[in-house]
C-alpha cells in the first residue's frame, strides 16, 4: 500500500498538532454554543477525532454520510444523503468537519441544506483544502492545510475505498489511478 504513494505530505504528528491549533481557535469562537459538530463521513472521520479531543467546551457529535456522484476522483454536485443526522439541526450551531474541500460542490450542497433545516450558523473545518480546483464559492472557517491539484489520500481520505488507513495524507502515484 505504501508503495503506491508517491510522496508523504503530512504525518500523523502534523495533522494532531494543526488540530491543536485549530480546536483552540474553534473553542474560542464556539464557547457556551454548545455546536453540533457534523462529521462528513467517511473520509473525516480520522480528522473529527483529532479535533474533537482539542474542542475544551460542550459540544455534541453527530455523522452524516453523502455521496456526491462522479467518478472516483471528482464529484458532480448532486449530493444524496445516504445516512442523514441523527438529531434536528433547527437553531443549533453547527461545526461542518469535511476531509477536502475540492471543488465546493459537495460542500455547497450540506451548507445549502443546513440552512434550508434552519440551523442557527454554519462553520466549516477542513483538514485539506484545494482552493486551486473550486468551482463554487465555499469558504472554509478553519483549514488544516492547503493542498496541491494532486490527488491525495491517507488518514481517511480514499481512492475507490482503500488507504483510509493510511497514517499520513500522501499524493498518490497517478498511474494507479489511470491504471483502473
Ligand atoms: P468536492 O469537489 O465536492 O469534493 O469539493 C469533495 C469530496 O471529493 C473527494 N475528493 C478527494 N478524495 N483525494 C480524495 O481521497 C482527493 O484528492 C480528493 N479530492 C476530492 C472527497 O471525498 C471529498 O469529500
Redesign the pocket.
Known amino acids: 500500500m505504501n508503495n503506491d504513494i508517491k510522496e508523504i505530505l503530512y504525518s500523523k504528528e502534523d495533522i494532531q498538532a494543526v488540530a491543536q491549533k485549530l480546536g483552540a481557535q474553534i473553542t474560542a469562537d464556539m464557547k457556551d454554543k454548545n455546536p453540533l459538530v457534523i462529521c462528513?463521513l467517511k473520509?473525516?472521520i480520522l480528522f473529527m477525532a483529532d479535533i474533537v479531543r482539542e474542542i475544551d467546551t460542550y459540544c455534541e457529535l453527530d455523522f452524516m454520510d453523502v455521496s456526491?456522484y462522479?467518478d472516483a476522483?471528482?464529484?458532480s454536485?448532486e449530493v444524496k444523503i445516504i445516512k442523514d443526522l441523527d438529531v434536528s439541526v433547527k437553531d443549533r450551531h453547527i461545526l461542518i468537519v469535511?476531509?477536502?474541500?475540492?471543488?465546493?460542490?459537495?460542500?455547497?450542497r450540506l451548507v445549502e441544506l443546513l440552512k434550508h433545516r434552519k440551523a442557527a450558523s454554519v462553520k466549516i473545518c477542513t483538514l485539506?483544502d484545494?482552493p486551486e480546483?473550486?468551482?463554487?464559492s465555499?469558504v472554509p472557517d478553519y483549514v488544516g492545510f492547503e493542498?496541491p491539484n494532486?490527488?491525495?489520500?491517507g488518514y481517511g481520505?480514499?481512492?475507490i475505498g482503500h488507504?483510509r488507513n493510511l497514517p499520513y495524507v500522501g499524493i498518490?502515484k497517478p498511474e494507479v489511478y489511470e491504471n483502473n
Open positions: 462528513v473520509g473525516a456526491s462522479g476522483t471528482e464529484s454536485g469535511e476531509d477536502i474541500i475540492d471543488t465546493g460542490r459537495t460542500l455547497e485539506l484545494k480546483r473550486r468551482v463554487k465555499v493542498v494532486e490527488f491525495v489520500v481520505l480514499d481512492y488507504y498518490l
